[in-house]
């Protein structure tokens, strides 16, 4: 999944350049670069598919011209994660009725590879048999209003565990109780599940949605024009509002990974190499004095002085300047939806 605008993390991300497009950490490879790079050691490249923007569709094959370009494919309009999750599910079941999918979403940072392997060829083993959705589940560090919850029920001897509750993104209060209480993992957004499952589920859960879909043929000449079609009629919701938290056999796999969603610049902060004073700066060109725990993303190498600043965050873009605190890195959406306010708010999108 690569259709997002990745709005928390601006001013870098933007509406005609998202995240999931960038190089964030500087490691040569963008983040749906790098998403392909893992799941390509045990899929192969007919196999993936990307569904993003159809903005983002030139984008995306020029990032990964390994995948088959038919592979590719572009909605016409953003309705959350259920309709893009539905619709990715009827071409591979066109392909392989019986295929058992992971759904990943394409800006995410893993760094325990090998053990995100070995969790997913364990969820696809228990998927191709079962009739379950399943998820990945990482250990919370912080009270993020960001992330869905999961909280599951211990089962002894068991590599993995039936969903109790599935809350998406809580309120700050909520998901500091869920913190405390031990019993909550954060939602990855990683899925695996059988085609039939997953199908059986929106027939239960999102039965209108279904019907939309079932008036296209996928792989076929038609396919675009009938999509553009309904996609206007669509229930724009989350595949977590409208399956996850309804159904009944929803399971978690456990999974130190290593994991980040990098949507945040704190999230950044945290998986950035940082200096003796824990500044994490993308720059050689910057002096700091009297400072520490700020990250300082600055283009085009221009010289930045700062002094004086503990866990700021400072942005600099061809547009725009961010200066905040750390701590305020959930209002960035806020900050946007402000300057879209302006008189002339769109020059800065």
């Given amino acids: 999944m690569a259709g997002g605008i990745g709005s928390r993390f601006w001013p ?36 993936i598919f990307v569904i993003t923007n159809k903005e983002y569709v030139g984008l995306s094959h020029q990032q990964l011209p390994e995948i088959p370009e038919d592979n590719v494919v572009g909605e016409p309009l953003m309705k959350n994660t259920a309709a893009c999750n539905l619709y990715m599910a009827n071409k591979i079941a066109e392909v392989n009725p019986d295929a058992t999918m992971i759904v990943l979403p394409a800006d995410h940072l893993i760094l325990k590879e090998d053990i995100f392997l070995e969790k997913v060829e364990l969820a696809f083993s228990i998927a191709s048999t079962h009739d379950y959705l399943l998820t990945l589940g990482i250990t919370p560090t912080r009270p993020d209003t960001g992330y869905g919850y999961i909280q599951f029920v211990e089962e002894k001897d068991s590599d993995y565990y039936k969903v109790k509750t599935f809350t998406e993104k809580p309120i700050l209060e909520i998901a500091k109780s869920f913190l405390e209480s031990g019993d909550f993992l954060w939602n990855a957004g990683i899925f695996i599940w059988n085609v039939k499952s997953i199908h059986k589920a929106f027939e239960m859960f999102l039965p209108d949605m279904t019907q939309q879909f079932m008036a296209c043929e996928y792989n076929a000449e038609a396919e675009v024009s009938c999509i553009e079609l309904i996609y206007p009629k669509i229930q724009k919701i989350s595949i977590d509002n409208g399956i996850l938290e309804k159904a009944k056999n929803v399971h978690v796999i456990p999974a130190d990974l290593g994991w980040s969603d990098l949507g945040t610049w704190t999230s950044v902060f945290e998986n950035s190499e940082r200096d003796q004073n824990e500044n994490a700066i993308n720059i050689k060109t910057a002096l700091t004095y009297d400072s520490t725990g700020n990250i300082i993303h600055v283009k085009n190498n221009k010289a930045v002085v700062i002094d004086g600043l503990q866990d700021f965050i400072v942005v600099d873009t061809d547009k725009v300047l961010l200066i905040c605190p750390r701590e305020h890195d959930q209002q960035i959406k806020d900050y946007v939806l402000d300057l879209k306010s302006l008189k002339k708010g769109e020059k800065f999108m």
């Fill in 12 to 47: 870098l991300s933007t509406q005609k350049f998202p995240k999931q497009f960038q190089d964030i950490l500087g490691t040569g490879r963008t983040m749906i670069q790098q998403t392909y790079d893992r799941i390509s050691k045990i899929i192969p490249n007919e196999n």
